[in-house]
């Protein structure tokens, strides 16, 4: 009986280790999730002349998964959420000034096709210039995200979104065309 107890003690307590780390892990791995209603209205406070492109959300949504796609590249920056990237000369990305061009080539050996038009401005911010063999892609945090992303929006007429929980925190993957 003695026995008993202590194996399912140790079996519980083992259990809830598993179900800490679990819970742990899936906040650090970022989710995506689409929220047209809320991108909407994200996109009536960065320009109230922009229609809302399902087509963009679709292309934002390929973005964000591939931004999260490596859980261990992620993390947070200036309340930024920043995607680290490794820099290689055969790929390209080391040398790349526009980011459809780095998002191109950096994703190429992705298990998700990103591929986003050169028409389209992606609404991220791309450092590939001041740390050797590494690039960062950053996304701003929702409750700054019209701010920072209105310049992102100028001359285009639609915009699609989707959101990236991150850490406890949420923030945005914008595209404009």
């Not at 992620?74 to 490794?86: D, H, W």
């Not at 000369?89 to 790349?96: F, K, P, R, V």
């Not at 699609?160 to 850490?167: D, E, L, P, S, T």
Request: aromatic share 6%; hydrophobic share 45%; glycine share 8%.
């Amino acid at each position: 009986m003695k026995h008993t107890r202590m194996i399912l003690t140790a079996l519980m307590a083992a259990a809830l280790a598993l179900a800490v780390l679990a819970g742990c892990s899936s906040v650090l791995a970022g989710t995506v999730h689409e929220d047209t209603e809320q991108a909407a209205a994200l996109m009536k406070e960065i320009d109230t002349g922009l229609a809302y492109s399902t087509e963009l959300e679709a292309a934002a949504s390929r973005l964000a998964e591939w931004l999260v796609e490596e859980p261990g590249q992620l993390g947070t920056q200036s309340g930024l959420l920043a995607r680290k990237v490794e820099l290689t000369a055969d790929s390209g990305n080391m040398t790349d000034t526009n980011l459809n061009d780095f998002i191109d080539h950096s994703s190429i050996s992705s298990n998700i096709w990103v591929n986003i038009p050169s028409s389209v401005t992606i609404g991220l911010v791309l450092d590939n210039q001041s740390r050797a063999f590494t690039g960062y892609l950053y996304a701003p945090a929702a409750g700054q995200a019209a701010r920072s992303l209105s310049r992102c929006a100028a001359g285009c007429s639609r915009m699609g979104a989707v959101f990236i929980q991150y850490g406890g925190e949420t923030y945005v993957v914008a595209l404009f065309a």
